[in-house]
């Protein structure tokens, strides 16, 4: 993709180098005015331009420093902060694009080379990239990546997570609040711990004097960033960020089929997110367990200070929500109705799939995503659309005639009422019969007969990956409740960029397709069931990867061979029972 900038001010014979990067990034094109072909600058630096004179924290002192022209700065800063002269408020007047920077007063071809020299050694960062896969060994993990990132912070680190666990990444962090790095960590345990903290790992991450907050919503995060832009944008483009489906566990790191993404000076990406952390920070409640902890606030990042990269992007569910201050509890989250940022854009990306769809999700229960899947596989049932799930998301026929019948009775029941209609709509459903009924090609990584999470080897990736060219992966569930609940997000990476990483997680998806499949395990399970001359059999096993119609023949032998497999004692405390007794 090329895309040009023609610059009315421009007229100073000079030509700049544009950054290197891959070849059709964008960033290699020149900009110029027709007609005025011998001044060009890239497209990277002019985009950089208007991201540092958007960003709040630089004043007229600041572009004085940075070499421009005192009465050039003096205009730049009054135009965008307003009448008012107050940057931050609500008359401020950013920079949507280079013309209407040339429109200032006294800004020029030498204004405009100044900017460009203040700000274009962002433009030679080139985002790496690497992609860890669960579940491995621990020494091989992501736990241990995690650990040398903590390792290596020497200013800020802001982390937002679902769970949390590992005592190695505790002596980490713990390490590095003692070098003077300052961190802080949004928690979805702390959400209950701050009723009782005592001995709760929120507490103990504050008596190592790490600030933990929580959100009145699900925390259901799993990203951190190192050496982010707290204090300054520029750091963004130094930054690393780690993120993907994998909580801070050992489970997630050896147990789980998982994915995290550890990305660097990526700037868009860790802007994205430092502006998430900063959104859901402000809008915290306090642990209340370490009162000398001080809050601590980032500088504002806004929209007017990212560089939009063609070739990724990440949404976040906390789009989906208001914010207020409650008088009862202080700052609160509410939903907007009619509001679903991460799904409606998964619905955009099936819709505008050509060739192949692959989804690696430990749960379907997403109306809007499961009916674009539908509808996507009625139009063309030759695409290559394959969809993976967790063990949990198999359901029988009859459940799924229960659903439908509550579906209609909450319909019914609704009268008419807009709101209600759609709280049944979005109401948790499970779209694993439908999709086999439609032969969508659909298997389950299945591991128990009965789900619990003492044993569970839970597929808990979180991806889809659109015609092996658009990858889209992140901590979001395909579910109503992740979507007007939760706190997610999903990021879009494109293979004209991340070729390798996107080709990573096809490997990784081909090869979870199969799992078991070379080891023969599904015959050798059913045939210990039914031909085996021990007393007992396992009910929890080995995970496969298995289609709707075996996991039913597999289910259907132990219920034949197994007569307490649904009694009170078996239901109410599966974690004690791994084997069964014949009948």
């Known amino acids: 993709m090329r895309r040009f900038f023609y610059l009315g001010m421009l007229t100073l014979a000079l030509t700049l180098t ?17 007609g005025k072909a011998d001044f060009l600058y890239g497209e990277c630096e002019v985009r950089q331009v208007l991201a540092y004179v958007n960003d709040l924290e630089v004043d007229a002192d600041r572009l004085k420093s940075d070499g421009v022209q005192t009465r050039s700065a003096n205009n730049i800063i009054a135009h965008r902060d307003g009448a008012d002269a107050l940057p931050g408020t609500e008359d401020d007047d950013y920079f949507d694009d280079i013309q209407e920077l040339d429109d200032v007063y006294y800004v020029g071809p030498v204004a405009m080379m100044q900017l460009v020299e203040a700000c274009n050694h962002r433009c030679f960062h080139m985002p790496t990239v690497e992609a860890i896969f669960s579940p491995q060994a621990y020494d091989d993990s992501h736990l241990a990546r995690v650990q040398e990132l903590i390792a290596s912070a020497t200013q800020t680190i802001d982390v937002a997570m679902y769970s949390f666990s590992d005592y190695n990444i505790l002596h980490a962090l713990e ?5 003077g790095v300052r961190i802080r960590f949004l928690f979805e345990s702390a959400n209950g711990d701050h009723n009782d903290p005592a001995g709760s790992w929120s507490a103990r991450l504050e008596d190592l004097g790490i600030d933990v907050r929580y959100v009145n919503k699900i925390m259901h995060h799993k990203f951190a960033i190192i050496d982010g832009p707290v204090d300054n944008v520029d750091d963004a483009y130094t930054a690393t960020l780690t993120t993907g489906s994998a909580n801070w566990s050992t489970s997630a790191g050896t147990r789980y089929d998982e994915n995290t993404v550890v990305i660097s000076e990526c700037g868009e990406l860790v802007l994205r997110f430092q502006m998430e952390f900063n959104h859901l920070w402000a809008n915290s409640r306090d642990l209340v367990w370490d009162a000398s902890l001080e809050w601590t606030q980032s500088i504002d990042i806004h929209e007017g200070m990212i560089v939009d990269d063609a070739w990724m992007d990440v949404v976040f569910t906390s789009a989906n929500f208001r914010t207020y201050e409650s008088s009862t509890y202080g700052p609160t989250f509410s939903v907007i109705r009619g509001e679903s940022e991460i799904s409606d854009t998964l619905v955009a990306l099936i819709e505008q799939a050509e060739t192949s769809i692959h989804v690696a999700s430990g749960h379907l229960r997403s109306r809007p995503v499961a009916e674009a899947l539908l509808a996507k596989w009625a139009a063309n049932p030759q695409m290559d659309i394959r969809i993976y799930l967790d063990n949990q998301e198999y359901i029988s026929e009859w459940y799924n005639n ?43 990584k299945y591991y128990c007969y009965r789900w619990h999470y003492t044993y569970a080897e839970q597929m808990h990736h979180k991806y889809l990956i659109f015609d092996g060219k658009i990858l889209a992966t992140g901590s979001y569930n395909l579910s109503d409740n992740a979507e007007h609940n939760t706190m997610e997000n999903m990021v879009i990476y494109q293979a004209e960029r991340f070729p390798n990483l996107v080709a990573d997680f096809e490997t990784n998806f081909e090869s979870i397709w199969v799992t078991g499949e070379t080891d023969g395990l599904y015959a050798a399970l059913i045939d210990e069931i039914e031909n085996g001359t021990s007393s007992s059999f396992p009910i929890i096993f080995p995970s496969m990867a298995l289609t709707y ?22 239901r109410q405390n599966p974690g004690d029972h791994r084997y069964c007794d014949r009948g």
């Open 402 to 444: 229960q659903q439908e019948i509550d579906l209609l009775q909450c319909l019914e029941d609704a009268e008419g009422s807009d709101a209600r209609t759609q709280d049944c709509i979005d109401k948790g459903f499970y779209f694993s019969y439908p999709v086999y009924e439609a032969d969508i090609p659909l298997r389950f």
């Open 175 to 179: 390490d590095a609040v003692a070098r």
């Open 549 to 570: 119609d075996e996991v039913a023949a597999l289910k259907n032998a132990i219920y034949e061979n197994c007569p307490d497999i649904n009694s009170d004692e078996f």
């Open 18 to 34: 544009a950054c290197t990067t891959e070849s059709g990034d964008g960033k290699n094109d020149l900009i110029a005015e027709p």
